[in-house]
């Protein structure tokens, strides 16, 4: 069994989550001393055995775990907060479950991924959670060069120490303009969900010291169409001469027009220098 344990609220609790943290014969924690925290605030008596399961002990256990539910055990899997197996532990032993014939179920409730989405305000239609971004500059600006054309909203999370790096480097793949969200502290009290384009985003990010578990969310690729070249390079001319910087005018009109930054820039500085 999986049950999804709140993130933050703890009136997001299901009701099966309280029944199955009670009669469950073995519960797999990511953190015990969390557990033991989300128990104490739900005033629920654990009977069954606690055993730890997290990212470091989990291919060791699995195999420990699915013995003792086959021997006739009901297992409960929780994490610190969401469902488990969605970037969290749980995959390894669902899989292994599966493969063993064993039936698997869940008890739905609270996600950061669909809370975010929800409160973002960009389209939530079709879209993708994209989960931790690599934390190398190198890997992410693959990743994000991969993801540049995606066109569903995108959901990742983050921890707040490297966001303005996320932040730039989606400013920089994506462009200025794209629309995003950055969610912190669902469900808590001091919940705060910022919406923008993303230069505003890493302008927020840049002023402040930010605290909290993050979500972000960004507006997918737009529509592809047919674009003069002309009409583009003037599109970037009108955004230098507001004030941006070259490199991110070009970056805009690429991304709203789905075109290559590298191409657009060489034909603005082309109309510039005029004929050879």
């Not at 409160?119 to 994209?130: N, Q, Y």
């Not at 569903?152 to 920089?172: G, N, Q, S, Y």
């Not at 912190?184 to 923008?196: A, I, M």
């Not at 930010?210 to 737009?222: D, H, L, M, P, S």
Request: hydrophobic share 45%.
């Amino acid at each position: 069994m999986l049950a999804a344990t709140p993130i933050g609220n703890m009136g997001d609790a299901s009701a099966r989550l309280i029944e199955w943290l009670g009669s469950a014969d073995l519960i797999a924690a990511e953190d015990t001393r969390r557990l033991h925290r989300l128990v104490q605030s739900l005033r629920v008596e654990v009977t069954g055995r606690v055993i730890s399961y997290h990212e470091h002990n989990e291919a060791a256990r699995t195999g420990e775990l699915l013995e003792q539910v086959l021997a006739g055990k009901t297992l409960l899997m929780v994490t610190d907060a969401g469902m488990p197996a969605v970037s969290d532990p749980g995959f390894r032993l669902v899989q292994a479950a599966v493969e063993a014939g064993v039936r698997v179920t869940a008890a739905p409730g609270p996600s950061a991924v669909l809370t975010a989405l929800a409160l973002s305000g960009l389209p939530t239609d079709r879209f993708c959670f994209e989960g931790f971004l690599p934390r190398k500059a190198g890997e992410r600006s693959a990743r994000l060069t991969e993801l540049a054309a995606e066109r569903r909203t995108m959901v990742f999370f983050e921890a707040p120490h490297r966001l303005e790096a996320m932040l730039r480097a989606l400013h920089e793949a994506f462009g200025p303009q794209r629309r995003a969200a950055v969610a912190r502290e669902l469900t808590k009290t001091y919940e705060e969900v910022l919406r923008g384009p993303l230069r505003d985003l890493l302008e927020w990010a840049e002023a402040g010291d930010v605290r909290g578990e993050i979500a972000v969310v960004v507006a997918g690729a737009g529509e592809a169409r047919a674009v003069d070249p002309a009409e583009a390079v003037a599109a970037v001319n009108a955004l230098v001469a507001s004030g941006l910087r070259l490199k991110d005018a070009v970056a805009a009109v690429a991304e709203e027009n789905r075109l290559s930054k590298r191409d657009l820039y060489s034909a603005v500085l082309a109309a510039r220098t005029g004929p050879s």
